[in-house]
T-cell receptor, first 111, second 114 residues
Framework: DADVTQTPRNRITKTGKRIMLECSQT?????MYWYRQDPGLGLRLIYY???????NKGEISDGYSVSRQAQAKFSLSLESAIPNQTALYFC??????????FGPGTRLTVL | GENVEQHPSTLSVQEGDSAVIKCTYS??????FPWYKQELGKRPQLIID?????GEKKDQRIAVTLNKTAKHFSLHITETQPEDSAVYFC?????????????FGQGTTLQVKP
């Protein structure tokens, strides 16, 4: 689904570095979400946003921050990366129907 | 807090057999239950969903059933094919219903043997 894109697709970084993951969508959806995926744990919600002025913490927000620069853009930042933040990160969007559409994912490795 | 339990974690079937994956949810106010399929290295994609005012929904070889009283829902795949091999996630909406938030199960890795 090319309507939701993420950059970068892969990133290797070192402990303590600041990292930003970006998400863009052309679906015109107001709602955007950031998840992390770890083996055996499914998809866990980090942050979500209903519009540019409405940002909320999810179940695992510690160590992360977000910015909703526009309706179409939602960025996730790791201010000081640590190894247990190594995971696959997905952005998703939804509109009025509640169906969530996922981006292709960013594989982040923190050494 | 809200919780979704998914079983089994892995499932292996012969091509042509049926596969069933089950999920239970904790919040009786949840009213939307999607199922996502994630192929290796790909993004999760919606394959079927059901709302709380419906007990069953079918789409070709896949079906979902919902038991609101017991707070569980299941995915049924009939006549499985090798291309059905993937990780499947169930999810339940987190009230209030207008947030669009979902809580996901832990995933089931389905292997269909030719």
């Amino acid at each position: 689904d090319a309507d939701v894109t993420q950059t970068p697709r892969n990133r290797i970084t070192k402990t303590g570095k600041r990292i930003m993951l970006e998400c863009s969508q052309t679906k015109g959806h107001d709602r955007m979400y950031w998840y992390r995926q770890d083996p055996g744990l499914g998809l866990r919600l980090i942050y979500y946003s209903f519009d540019v002025k409405d940002i909320n913490k999810g179940e695992i927000s510690d160590g992360y921050s977000v910015s909703r620069q526009a309706q179409a853009k939602f960025s996730l930042s790791l201010e000081s990366a640590i190894p247990n933040q190594t995971a696959l990160y997905f952005c998703a969007t939804s509109g009025a129907t509640d169906t969530q559409y996922f981006g292709p994912g960013t594989r982040l490795t923190v050494l | 807090g809200e919780n979704v339990e998914q079983h089994p974690s892995t499932l292996s079937v012969q091509e042509g057999d049926s596969a069933v994956i089950k999920c239970t949810y904790s919040d009786s106010a949840s009213n939307y239950f999607p199922w996502y399929k994630q192929e290796l290295g790909k993004r999760p994609q919606l394959i079927i969903d059901i709302r709380s005012n419906v007990g069953e929904k079918k789409d070709q070889r896949i079906a979902v059933t919902l038991n609101k009283t017991a707070k569980h829902f299941s995915l049924h795949i009939t006549e499985t094919q090798p291309e059905d091999s993937a990780v499947y996630f169930c999810a339940a909406s987190i009230p209030p219903s207008n947030t669009g938030k979902l809580i996901f199960g832990q995933g089931t890795t389905l292997q269909v043997k030719p």
